[in-house]
T-cell receptor, first 114, second 114 residues
């Protein structure tokens, strides 16, 4: 069974600094997607960034970037120039191609301090 | 474009009562999902549907039933609520035809069973 592990239940960072959230996953699949979702206090699940396993280049979305290490099954999220609005729960998620069971990690609660 | 809409947003039930959560999407997505979110456990899949008239079990299906009579709607039913079903419930939808694959989530339903 696929599992996703986020080893940091809580993290904090000063405004304008950089923070990295960790995620590892376990799978025997070769083709899959990885995601980071943000859940602010509003409870809405917001897609932050997406990575396809066959793409070697790490995905970036403005201040958000990932470090995807397929052999190590690692998928970390880097947030640069942290803003107060980045305060939220962040979930790492994994789904194989043509599958219908996206697996989520337990989440990391990030607090950005002024 | 409303995306995925869940009703109700909050509900309190007494043990043994029944209720139905409604999910509606207007993106013509083939796939729909029901997840529950519990502290420290991320999101876990309850049931899903790959098309109108079809449903399947996910990771934690016990105590729940679902129906998808129309492509845009996915209903989650609790026949006899138990305190262990106190949780936040999320509906999501997706389509594999979108090259920017990902789930679109509703805003969640907080259910308390007393």
């Amino acid at each position: 069974a696929q599992t996703v592990t986020q080893s940091q239940p809580e993290m904090s960072v000063q405004e304008a600094e950089t923070v990295t959230l960790s995620c590892t996953y376990d799978t025997s699949e070769n083709n899959y997607y990885l995601f980071w979702y943000k859940q602010p206090p509003s409870r809405q699940m917001i897609l932050v960034i997406r990575q396809e396993a066959y793409k070697q280049q790490n995905a970036t979305e403005n201040r958000f970037s990932v470090n995807f290490q397929k052999a190590a099954k690692s998928f970390s999220l880097k947030i640069s120039d942290s803003q107060l609005g980045d305060t939220a729960m962040y979930f790492c998620a994994f789904i194989p191609y043509n599958n219908n069971d996206m697996r989520f990690g337990a989440g990391t609660r990030l607090t950005v301090k002024p | 474009n409303a995306g995925v809409t869940q009703t109700p947003k909050f509900r309190v039930l007494k043990t043994g009562q029944s209720m139905t959560l409604l999910c509606a999407q207007d993106m013509n997505h083939e796939y729909m999902y029901w997840y529950r979110q519990d502290p420290g456990m991320g999101l876990r899949l309850i049931h899903y549907s790959v098309g109108e008239g079809t449903t399947a079990k996910g990771e934690v299906p016990d105590g729940y039933n679902v129906s998808r009579l129309k492509k845009q709607n996915f209903l989650l039913g609790l026949e006899s609520a138990a305190p262990s079903q106190t949780s936040v419930y999320f509906c999501a939808s997706s389509t594999w035809t979108n090259p920017n694959y990902g789930y679109t989530f509703g805003s969640g339903t907080r259910l308390t069973v007393v």
